[in-house]
Each structure stands twice: as structure tokens, then as C-alpha cells.
């Protein structure tokens, strides 16, 4: 199920400025703990993001994005009050998908 | 032999503020060569969820004795945590000591929701594979002060001798690299590798250093305490490991947050 | 090398004189020190005796409102600091300046969560400038850049350079600057390199 | 049929999914994590990177802006951001030359999105790090190097 995202979603004037924030280990497979043991690879491989449904970015990621992972982008379109729906997956297939009104 | 001691002091300050002009003039353009790095990383603070995760234990009923947090005193009546950050380390009659926050929260649990004081502190610092109920809930109670004013004062005899306790344990040396806490923190305007460091023995720099923690450490992913901040400084300083709400490290904070009063309460905030 | 000296004495009286506004404590440090015994637990190498203060971090552990050090105080730690350096038997104060950088790059060494079996670093660039090419270093301590092109390569700046970072409180008491020979954080051959890294020409820390 | 094909060895089919998705004709297939390109999320090198996304050896433009710090404190989190102003820019790729896996991460813009991306990514040492833009089947680089300091009393 994986733990909720923040998502803030601001129209200036016809564009909607998107910040995501996703709460993820984005785990490298490379990093060991504290007893030495490797921790598996656990990371975030497909971000989407819809709204009014129309797919408005995808994105593929490797481990290379920083834990607790930022994702900003920017759209036309939307009107105020409308959904922004966010929905990534990662390498352990495990899912999530967040809302927020765009304001 | 004093009266000569003085007169070179007053020598030594001349000349310091002389270099320091002109190392200030050197110094300009990489006065703070990380600042467009802390630019760019704004303000979308990952410490959000464990602000969330926090309020939601808050109010769960956990422990033997199945009860939420929320009659929890933190210093302004119970259930009261709007505000109460910015008034802690405070002297708690009920528990005949001075605490902060992390040490009133397990005094909470353990009183409360009848956790064994053991078994709650197994997880006072989270690593990734487990969280911190401790990070958490101080993060979110935290978050309950932001914008308040800091204000700690030394209003009865157990909070003036945790400050004088905290105060002399700041400028302690010892261990194998003669560092004591003064030795980063006691100067202003220094900093080690490209970090600055601030004075956390007067105002200005203890409002920059405390007002911000609880903190979100980038480095290592997590929010972290200030609990957890003493206990590093500390492994840095070649000690050995300084106990989770341990005397020293509630006094210490002690020292540290009257300092800083008049701070801005600004946590969690996010750190290197 | 007394001008040196000299200006290392007084830098370190201005990072000794920020004064707090509150009331002082007596000199002593005994209540600190027992509430640190309860407030500590040995872990790894870092035992519980690394609270114990020497006769030098007891008298250079007074807060700056506190009694300053006296001038018997003051030449007293010089004193017995200086007779603590162990010059090298052979006379040879150069060594390698590139393990000298690898040792002023390295922070490790005598935290309880480092490995006691690997050697340890002086991290020199916490502190100093030294060479140029390095731009994350600290200012707690003076900018060693081009500090042998300065100071020449003779056998008394050698020996001095030797002797300050073996025992920094020889020359200046209570120096933030830790004690790396005496205290046994660098070894005889670690410091000779240290000294290549600073007063080698070949070394970065002289190439302009 | 050979645009399809284009797009599958390209950067990850994502245009002919938003085109299929928008057009009401495909749901979000269940093991469309698979549909990434692996090949280039696999390679070691920045160059074995661009081979695999088709993009060869791509010239540099000046109509791509790339935000990122000259020095960064901690190389764990490091803010990049990628905009350009390239016509029919439909991908934006991010690459850090020396980390174990050059590619970082693979934007698709579908219509209607800005040519505009911002993320944070980990940096194991100081590197080069590439701002991919592909736009009507061309690629396009800028680059910016960024030097990962160590830092503390006890590094």
C-alpha cells in the first residue's frame, strides 16, 4: 500500500505548478545496515500523474532518485477544483495513488 | 601577572579584529558555498509524513494500558500541545525533574499507556527497516509551535542548575581529541569543511541552531531529534554513547534552548 | 618561527573571547563529571575513561566568563605539553605528502562507531585550508595554503611543524587543535607526512 | 508501425501510452513497470545510456537550462532541475555520469505539459550531471558539473 504522498497542486494563471512528495525508501540495493548486511533494492520505478483523465507526466525512475523523492512539473489544461491523481509503483510492486484539488 | 594576562587579551582583540576584517574581505565569495544548494532545496520537507504519522499516534490508544497521548501534559495542561515546544526543557512537578521533549514524551508512555521504559526506548532513533515513534511524535509536536517565540526561562532553582549543569558540560574537554561542545559551536562565524557553525553560546547562534529541530537529516533520510543531535555531536567528539534522556542531555538542551530564546520556532526543519 | 608563534598565540585569544551574559560558575568541573559518569555507556572503543579530563582539558574547560587561565596556568601547560613531543630518531621531520593528504582528507579514527583496526585521519580540512584544489575545507583554524611557500623548508620550520602538530598546546594552551601525537591519534610516521603535505614544494598545499 | 517501434526503443513507450490512454482505448495495463527501458536504466555508463535510449551522440543546445548546485552539501539529496525551450520537446532524461547506474530518471511531456522537470537525486562522488531532451525524435544535452563534499568532524 505504501505510505501517503503530499501533493500540492497551484494554478498560476493557466498553468498548474505540481510538487510531489513521495515517501519512499528509494533503497539502492547497495547500502548496507548497521550489521553489515545488504539492504535489497527497493525503489520507485514509475511515477504517473493524471488529471481530468488525461496521463499530464510520466516519468521512469531508477534508484538513483533521492529517498523521499520530489517530483515538480508543470501542466495546462486544469481549472481550479479539479483532480490531480498521482500513482507510482515500485520495483517490489508495491502501488499508491494520492489526490489533490488543484487550487 | 592578571593585570598583564588582561593586557594581552585586550592586544589579542585588536589584532583578531583586524584579521577578521580582512579574512572577512577574503573569505566573501565562499563566505557560504553551499547557500545555492539550501536555495534550491526549498521547502518541500520530507519531515511532513512523520509530522502526519506523529499526530496520528498521538491520538491511538496504545500500550498495556490502551490509551492515546492525549491527555499527555507536555507542560501547558494535558492534551495541550499547541504551543508547548516552545516552552520545553520546563521543571515537571509531577516527575520532581526538569525534562525536554523526548524525555516527557517517554514519561508519557510510560506513565500513561504503561509502556516499560525499556521497551519504549528500543526505538528512540528510527534506521529505515523501523520507525521512531519518538521522531514522530516530537516532530509533530514540534510542528504545534512553529511561528511561536521560544521561550525557556530560568524560573526556578532545577532549571538554573540544569542550565549551569548544561553550561559547564558545553565547554567539558576531554577524550582522546581534547573536543569539547565549545570547541565547534563556541566560536561564530566558523565552520567545518563547508558547514557553518553556530555559536550556540550566544543568542544569535543558538536561535539558528535549536529553532530548527527537530530536523529532517538529508543525510540520513530521517527526522532526528535533538536527543539524537547531542548523541552525535558526542560519538564525534570520541566520547562514549550519551544516554537517550539521560541528566547531561536534558541539561545541555536546557543550555541550549535559554540561550536561544526569542527564537522563531521553526521545526522540523531540514538539515545536511 | 617565533612570529609564528606569536600569531598563532593571539588568533587563539580572539576565539577564546566571546563572553556569555550569564552568571559564571566556580572553576571546578566535579559536577559535571559525575553527572556525566551516569549520563554515558561505553560503546565500542569509546570507554567509559575517555570522560576522565587530563591536568590540560581540566584547565581548558572553563566557560569564557569563567576565570581566565593565569599566566602560571599558561605556562605551565606549555611547559609540560612540550616536553611531552617525541621528536623523530632519525631526525627526519619530511615524509610523504600524498599520504599526508589522504591523512588530512580522512575524519576517521577513535569514534565508537569506527573500526579500531583501521588507522586513523587527522582531518586537517575540517579546519584548514590547505590545498587549493580542496574548497570544502573549515576555518575553525588558520588557511595553511601555501604555508611552506611562506615559511621556506628549513630545518627549523620543519622541526616546529613537527613539534605543533605532535603537541599544538606547546604553543598555544587550550588550542582547539587536537594533540595528535601526544594523544596517540597520529603515529611518528602519519605526522612526518602531514609536514610533507605542508612544507613539500612538490605538495598542492604550495602550488599556486 | 516503425513510430511505434521507435518509441519502444526509445524512452519508454510513454507517448504512445499517453496517446492511447487520453484516446479512451487502454487502461493502465497492469505490468506497465515492465514497458521501462531496462537496457538503459541498466547501463553503467552514460554513453552505454544513450545508446539504449536511441539517442546516440547528442549535441549540446544552450535552449536547455539545467538547475543544479555547483556544490552540494550532501551528496544523498541533490536538487536538479531541467527545462528547455527546444520545440517539440516530448522527454527529459537526467544522468549522473559517475554513479553505478548513469541514468537517473526518464520524464515523458506529453502535450499540454511543459518541456519542465524537478527532482532531487543521489550522487555517490562529485560528477557531471546531463540533462537529456529529446524533441521530434532529436536529442540534446546540457550538463553541469556538481562537486559532492564530504563533510563533519568525523568524515
Redesign the interface.
Known amino acids: 500500500m505504501g505510505?501517503?504522498m503530499?501533493i500540492r497542486a497551484k494554478l498560476d494563471g493557466e498553468v498548474v505548478d505540481a510538487?510531489v512528495?513521495m515517501?519512499h525508501?528509494m533503497?539502492t540495493g547497495q547500502r548496507k545496515?548497521?550489521s553489515g548486511a545488504l539492504?535489497p533494492a527497493h525503489y520507485i520505478t514509475k511515477v504517473i500523474a493524471s488529471c481530468n483523465g488525461k496521463t499530464v507526466l510520466e516519468a521512469d525512475w531508477g534508484p538513483s532518485v533521492s529517498?523521499?523523492p520530489?517530483l515538480g512539473f508543470r501542466f495546462r489544461g486544469a481549472a481550479a477544483g479539479d483532480t490531480l491523481s498521482v500513482t507510482w509503483t515500485d520495483s517490489m510492486n508495491d502501488t499508491r495513488t494520492d489526490e489533490a484539488v488543484i487550487g | 601577572?592578571?593585570a598583564?594576562?588582561r593586557t594581552?587579551?585586550i592586544?589579542?582583540?585588536a589584532?583578531?579584529a583586524l584579521?577578521?576584517a580582512s579574512?572577512i574581505v577574503l573569505?566573501q565569495p565562499?563566505d557560504d558555498?553551499?547557500a545555492?544548494?539550501?536555495a534550491?532545496?526549498?521547502d518541500?520537507n520530507?519531515a511532513?509524513?512523520w509530522v502526519?504519522r506523529g499526530e496520528a499516534l498521538w491520538s491511538e490508544p496504545r500500550g498495556p494500558a490502551s490509551v492515546s497521548l492525549e491527555q499527555c501534559d507536555l507542560g501547558m495542561g494535558p492534551g495541550v500541545v499547541k504551543g508547548a515546544y516552545a516552552h520545553l526543557p520546563r521543571y515537571f512537578a509531577d516527575a520532581g525533574q526538569v525534562m525536554d521533549l523526548e524525555t516527557r514524551l517517554l514519561h508519557c508512555m510510560v506513565t500513561l499507556q504503561g509502556i516499560p521504559r525499556k521497551e519504549a526506548l528500543k526505538q528512540r532513533f528510527g534506521?529505515?527497516?523501523r520507525e521512531s515513534d519518538f521522531e514522530a511524535l516530537a516532530a509533530f509536536v514540534a510542528e504545534e509551535s512553529r511561528g511561536q517565540v521560544l521561550d525557556v526561562p530560568l524560573d526556578n532553582p532545577a532549571m538554573e542548575k540544569a542550565?549551569?549543569?548544561g553550561?559547564?558540560?558545553?565547554?567539558?574537554?576531554?577524550?582522546?581529541?581534547?573536543?569539547?561542545c565549545a570547541?565547534?559551536h563556541?566560536?561564530?562565524?566558523?565552520?567545518?569543511?563547508?558547514?557553518q557553525?553556530p555559536?550556540i553560546?550566544?543568542a544569535e547562534g543558538a536561535r539558528a541552531a535549536y529553532s530548527g529541530w527537530p530536523a529532517y537529516r538529508?543525510?540520513q533520510?530521517e527526522v532526528r531529534t535533538m536527543q539524537w543531535r547531542l548523541q552525535d555531536c558526542?560519538?564525534?567528539q570520541?566520547?562514549?554513547?550519551?544516554?537517550f534522556g539521560?541528566?547531561?542531555?536534558i541539561?545541555l538542551t536546557t543550555y541550549i534552548a535559554h540561550n536561544a530564546n526569542g527564537a522563531v520556532m521553526d521545526a522540523p526543519g531540514m538539515k545536511? | 618561527m617565533n612570529r609564528a608563534f606569536t600569531l598563532a598565540?593571539?588568533?587563539g585569544?580572539?576565539?577564546m573571547?566571546?563572553a556569555?551574559a550569564?552568571?559564571g560558575?566556580a572553576g571546578t568541573?566535579d559536577?559535571?563529571a559525575a553527572?556525566?559518569q551516569?549520563?554515558?555507556?561505553?560503546?565500542g572503543q569509546?570507554?567509559?575513561d575517555?570522560?576522565?579530563?587530563d591536568d590540560?582539558?581540566r584547565l581548558?574547560?572553563?566557560?569564557?566568563d569563567g576565570p581566565?587561565?593565569?599566566?602560571?596556568e599558561?605556562a605551565e601547560i606549555m611547559a609540560s605539553e612540550e616536553a611531552s613531543i617525541r621528536y623523530p630518531a632519525d631526525g627526519q621531520y619530511l615524509g610523504d605528502w600524498r599520504a599526508g593528504e589522504k591523512i588530512a582528507q580522512n575524519g576517521k579514527g577513535?569514534?565508537?562507531?569506527d573500526d579500531p583496526t583501521q588507522s586513523s585521519g587527522g582531518n586537517c580540512?575540517?579546519?584548514h585550508q590547505l590545498a587549493k584544489g580542496e574548497?570544502?575545507?573549515?576555518?575553525?583554524g588558520p588557511s595553511l595554503y601555501l604555508y611552506g611557500k611562506l615559511r621556506g623548508n628549513d630545518a627549523e620550520t620543519q622541526r616546529y611543524t613537527y613539534a605543533k602538530i605532535y603537541n599544538s598546546n606547546a604553543f598555544l594552551p587550550c588550542s582547539?587543535m587536537?594533540?595528535f601525537g601526544h594523544?596517540?591519534?597520529l603515529d611518528e610516521q602519519q605526522i612526518k607526512d602531514v609536514v610533507a603535505l605542508l612544507l613539500d614544494p612538490q605538495s598542492p598545499v604550495n602550488a599556486e | 508501425m516503425l513510430h511505434r517501434r521507435e518509441f519502444l526503443r526509445d524512452m519508454g513507450q510513454g507517448g504512445i501510452l499517453v496517446a492511447l490512454l487520453s484516446s479512451g482505448l487502454l487502461t493502465i495495463p497492469k505490468a506497465w513497470a515492465a514497458d521501462r527501458n531496462q537496457a538503459a536504466f541498466a547501463a553503467k555508463t552514460v554513453e552505454e545510456a544513450f545508446a539504449a535510449l536511441g539517442a546516440g551522440t547528442p549535441a549540446a543546445s544552450d535552449e536547455i537550462t539545467l538547475?543544479?548546485?555547483?556544490?552540494?552539501?550532501?551528496g544523498?539529496?541533490?536538487?536538479v532541475?531541467v527545462t528547455t525551450s527546444i520545440a517539440g520537446a516530448d522527454a527529459i532524461a537526467i544522468l549522473v555520469e559517475k554513479n553505478p547506474n548513469a541514468l537517473a530518471a526518464v520524464t515523458i511531456i506529453p502535450a499540454g505539459t511543459e518541456a519542465y522537470v524537478s527532482t532531487r537525486v543521489k550522487m555517490q562522488q562529485t560528477s557531471r550531471v546531463i540533462a537529456l531532451v529529446r524533441a521530434k525524435g532529436s536529442f540534446f544535452i546540457a550538463s553541469k558539473d556538481v562537486k559532492v563534499?564530504?563533510?563533519?568532524?568525523?568524515?
Not at chain 2, 169 to 175: T, V
Not at chain 3, 50 to 53: A, F, I, P
Open positions: 505510505n501517503p503530499r510538487k512528495l515517501n525508501a533503497e545496515d548497521a539492504v529517498k523521499n520530489l | 601577572m592578571i598583564r594576562h594581552r587579551a592586544a589579542g582583540l589584532f583578531a584579521t577578521a579574512s573569505a565562499e558555498p553551499v545555492e544548494y539550501r534550491m532545496m526549498g518541500d520530507p511532513e509524513f502526519m534506521d529505515g527497516a542550565y549551569a549543569l553550561k559547564e558540560m558545553f565547554f567539558y574537554r576531554a577524550g582522546t581529541h581534547d573536543f569539547s570547541t565547534c563556541g566560536q561564530t562565524g566558523m565552520r567545518i569543511r563547508l558547514q557553525l555559536n553560546s550566544e538529508v543525510s533520510g558526542f560519538r564525534q570520541r566520547l562514549p554513547q550519551l544516554d539521560s541528566q547531561a542531555s541539561a545536511r | 598565540g593571539l588568533i585569544a580572539a576565539i573571547l566571546p556569555l550569564s552568571a560558575l568541573n559536577g559535571a553527572v556525566l551516569q549520563s554515558f555507556t561505553a560503546k569509546a570507554g567509559m575517555r570522560l576522565d579530563q590540560v582539558q581548558c574547560s572553563r566557560a569564557p581566565a587561565l593565569s599566566e602560571k599558561y577513535f569514534q565508537s562507531s580540512y575540517a579546519c574548497v570544502a575545507y573549515g576555518t575553525i582547539s587536537p594533540r594523544k596517540g591519534i | 538547475e543544479a548546485p555547483e556544490i552540494a552539501e550532501n544523498a539529496v541533490v536538487p532541475n563534499t564530504l563533510g563533519g568532524c568525523g568524515g
